[in-house]
């Protein structure tokens, strides 16, 4: 079963607007990472933020984590056409257990 | 530097046709992965190797068999397509609870 879940499934926004995309997890882990697909291609990783951490800046995105309530958000601000793609978290448990990945959530940027 | 290669890219096979797909990394990385991906359902994991010589079942391992005779190549086989296993299938590697770096996807339909 899935480890992650995203919200909303789908976004669509408008260029140079902010995107925000929520993730909630069951158990607790060790790390947790966001990935960009974009269409017909693998998945990128984007960032990796510790359980131990509660936010985490890379350009233009911003990770934050809430192990209290089990749930991390990627803001990305003045978002671009070439933005639009899935994005995924995916969780490490604590132990020796292999990354799970949500269902994603479909952004779409409109030039 | 080539990262994760997938072969073949794309293949057609008929019901009970078996067939396997190849994984190579260069990055000297331990873990690797078998996931597979279908509309509206994200990232599947099938299964695993979190060395040369060990795989591990996943969260779908049914119908598919694994090996990791060697460090750098991850190798999925089909032995009796079924058409439920029309899908895109990603290879990843990984260091211990690292990020993964994502093949670009081996699309096969079986009819």
């Known amino acids: 079963s899935q480890q992650g879940e995203e919200d909303p499934q789908a976004l669509s926004i408008q260029e140079g607007e902010n995107a925000t995309m929520n993730c909630s997890y069951k158990t607790s882990i060790n790390n947790l990472q966001w990935y960009r697909q974009n269409s017909g291609r693998g998945l990128v990783h984007l960032i990796l933020?510790?359980?131990?951490?509660r936010e985490k800046h890379s350009g233009r995105l911003r990770v934050t984590l809430d192990t209290s309530k089990k749930s991390s958000s990627l803001l990305i601000t003045a978002s671009r056409a070439a933005d639009t793609a899935s994005y995924f978290c995916a969780t490490y448990s604590s132990g020796n257990t292999p990354l799970v990945f949500g269902k994603g959530t479909r952004l779409s940027v409109i030039a | 530097n080539a990262g994760v290669t997938q072969t073949p890219k794309f293949r057609v096979l008929k019901t009970g046709q078996s067939m396997t797909l190849l994984c190579a990394q260069d990055?000297?990385?331990?873990?690797m992965y078998w996931y597979r991906q279908d509309p509206g359902m994200g990232l599947r994991l099938i299964h695993y190797s979190v060395g040369e010589g060990t795989t591990a079942k996943g969260e779908v391992p049914d119908g598919y068999n694994v090996s990791r005779l060697k460090k750098q190549n991850f190798l999925l086989g089909l032995e009796s397509a079924a058409p439920s296993q029309t899908s895109v299938y990603f290879c990843?590697?990984?260091?211990?609870?690292?990020?993964?770096?994502f093949g670009e996807g081996s699309r096969l339909t079986v009819l």
């Open positions: 933020i510790r359980s131990n951490e």
């Open positions: 990055m000297n990385h331990e873990y």
């Open positions: 990843a590697s990984s260091g211990w609870a690292g990020e993964l770096f």
